[in-house]
């Protein structure tokens, strides 16, 4: 079975500054696909960034960046110099090789970023 | 590209009436999901479809929930007799499984209230 854990209910941060949002998760699977997802008040899911269990090279896209950690099976986004439409929830995703293609969400973070 | 539509966004019944939720999902991806989402909570697996074909089906899915895809390309959620535990959004999703990514994209959703 798959599990994801995103520690975090809510975080409040203030205009431009860098904000973190854990993600560990749970699978018996050798080969796995971990995703970001970001959920703005409007309620659309907007996927973000997908990573192969195979590959830990880390990623940075703009102001995001994600980095993934198979020995603390850890996924963990950060938003440098974060800004109010950063604003949402966000929530990581599990895909296991093994079965069929569903994926498995955390609870999700809700990001209040505050002018 | 056009992306995922849902129809309706919104649907308010009285318990013990049935619904009918529509996705039509990007036009080349042949793989279909729904999931729902409650208050506070991440998305839910419910069931999956290959082209025509009902892959996997969640134990979430008792039998007043069935699902179609007869052609392949949009697909129906029906709720019988609904409950006022069934109150959620009801997410579609689709990916491809030709593209070699698998990343799914979501629609907006269809908010269902139950009275």
């Known amino acids: ?115 | 590209d056009t992306g995922v539509s849902q129809n309706p966004r919104h649907k308010i019944t009285k318990r013990g009436q049935n619904v009918t939720f529509r996705c039509d999902p990007i036009s080349e991806h042949n793989r279909l999901y729904w999931y729902r989402q409650t208050l506070g909570q991440g998305p839910e697996f419910l069931t999956y479809f290959q082209n025509e074909a009902q892959l996997e089906k969640s134990r979430l899915l008792s039998d007043r929930f069935s699902a179609e895809r007869p052609k392949g390309s949009f697909s129906t959620l029906e709720i019988q007799r609904t409950e006022q535990g069934d109150s959620a959004m009801y997410l579609c999703a689709s990916s491809s499984q030709t593209s070699g990514r698998y990343e799914q994209f979501f629609g907006p959703g269809t908010r269902l209230t139950v009275l």
């Open chain 1, 1 to 115: 079975a798959q599990k994801v854990t995103q520690a975090q209910t809510e975080i409040s941060v203030v205009e431009k500054e860098d904000v973190t949002l854990d993600c560990v998760y749970e699978t018996r699977d050798t080969t796995y696909y971990l995703f970001w997802y970001k959920q703005p008040p409007s309620g659309e899911l907007v996927f973000l960034i997908r990573r192969n269990s195979f590959d830990e090279q880390n990623e940075i896209s703009g102001r995001y960046s994600w980095n993934f950690q198979k020995s603390t099976s850890s996924f963990n986004f950060t938003i440098t110099a974060s800004q109010v439409v950063d604003s949402a929830v966000y929530f990581c995703a599990l895909r296991a090789n093994s079965g069929y293609s569903t994926l498995t969400f955390g609870k999700g973070t809700m990001l209040l970023v505050s002018p």
